[in-house]
């Protein structure tokens, strides 16, 4: 007597495949999301360590953030640094270069400063840039508070100062 194979088997090897098949689907779907997500996470990684990178060196060169779309207040001028303290001098680069109120052309002028004047490094700077056109040059560049030898204190362009003695190139005076 012969047995013919029954419909059983088939049936055994039919459910056995669909299950291995779903079990790839499901693992494959399982192994993207978490592809996805060491990606998502390696991405703001990075991000958050070019901000702690740019930060490091906004902190490093003294500068503080400063929000220029509120009017800064009028603080008292900070004390004169007794012996032995470090001051960070600035070099006006631009003959004629406007010392503002604030941070801004809309601001009153302070002072009027010559090529290489030396100015105090207040530890302020703009958290926003201005693009301004100074002849045939067109600077984008933040502001930063300043003290000059009289004691007046006040804004310079971002542009028309520097660590060094130079003389900002392609600026037309007055």
Same mark, same amino acid.
């Given at each position: 007597?012969?047995?013919?194979?029954?419909?059983?088997?088939?049936?055994?090897?039919?459910?056995?495949?669909?299950?291995?098949?779903?079990?790839?689907?499901?693992?494959?779907?399982?192994?993207?999301?978490?592809?996805?997500?060491?990606?998502?996470?390696?991405?703001?990684?990075?991000?958050?360590?070019?901000?702690?990178?740019?930060?490091? *060196? +906004?902190? @490093?060169?003294?500068?503080?953030? =400063?929000?220029?779309? &509120?009017?800064?207040?009028?603080?008292?001028?900070?004390?004169?640094?007794?012996?032995?303290?470090?001051?960070?001098?600035?070099?006006?680069?631009?003959?004629?270069?406007?010392?503002?109120?604030?941070?801004?052309?809309?601001?009153?002028?302070?002072? *009027? +400063?010559? @090529?290489?004047?030396?100015?105090? =490094?207040?530890?302020? &700077?703009?958290?926003?840039?201005?693009?301004?056109?100074?002849?045939?040059?067109?600077?984008?560049?933040?502001?930063?508070?300043?003290?000059?030898?009289?004691?007046?204190?006040?804004?310079?362009?971002?542009?028309?100062?520097?660590?060094?003695?130079?003389? +900002?190139?392609?600026?037309?005076?007055?």
């Amino acid at each position: 007597m012969s047995k013919k194979p029954g419909l059983l088997p088939k049936l055994e090897f039919l459910v056995i495949g669909i299950l291995f098949f779903a079990f790839l689907l499901w693992a494959m779907s399982r192994c993207n999301a978490t592809k996805r997500a060491y990606q998502e996470k390696a991405a703001a990684e990075a991000r958050d360590e070019a901000a702690a990178d740019s930060l490091d *060196r +906004l902190l @490093l060169e003294g500068y503080t953030p =400063f929000d220029t779309a &509120v009017k800064p207040k009028e603080a008292p001028p900070p004390p004169a640094p007794g012996p032995g303290e470090r001051r960070t001098i600035l070099y006006v680069t631009i003959d004629g270069m406007n010392m503002r109120s604030g941070p801004g052309l809309n601001y009153r002028i302070v002072e *009027r +400063l010559k @090529l290489f004047d030396e100015v105090e =490094f207040l530890g302020e &700077v703009t958290d926003s840039t201005q693009e301004i056109n100074l002849g045939q040059i067109t600077t984008d560049e933040p502001w930063v508070k300043v003290r000059t030898r009289k004691g007046n204190t006040g804004w310079l362009y971002g542009a028309g100062a520097s660590y060094y003695k130079k003389k +900002l190139e392609g600026v037309e005076t007055d």
